[in-house]
């Protein structure tokens, strides 16, 4: 809930208050791990095996971010929208999929 006062989470039937330096790390064992596009939205994924195509994207990151850092700002917001596009798609596919399983033959 927002409001004036502090914010609350609804978890389970339960309201917590919700702190904002609070961080959730979650650790997996799989080489690859698939999220749902609502997990990747909202969160950052760290994968630590390093490539020489990570790292090359790495370093071009930081001297975009060095060079113009503007560019850099407007990359990540794409990213961002990218991810929302990617959840919105796959709410339409399985609203679809209902849809058509629901209609008559």
């Known amino acids: 809930k927002r409001g004036v006062g502090p914010m609350f989470l609804k978890l389970g039937p339960d309201e917590i208050e919700y ?11 799989l080489v690859n791990p698939h999220f749902r596009p609502e997990v990747s939205a909202q969160c950052t994924v760290v994968n630590f095996i390093v490539t020489p195509e990570g790292l090359e994207e790495q370093i071009l990151a930081l001297v975009v971010n060095c ?18 596009f990617k959840v919105v798609l796959s709410r339409l596919e399985d ?11």
């Not at 702190?19 to 064992?29: A, E, I, R, T, V």
């Open 67 to 84: 060079e113009k850092p503007q560019l850099e700002e407007e990359k990540q917001i794409l990213v961002r929208r990218q991810n929302e």
């Open 19 to 29: 702190d904002s330096k609070f961080q959730l790390y979650l650790q997996s064992k």
């Open 95 to 105: 609203e679809l999929l209902s849809q058509l399983s629901a209609a008559d033959p």
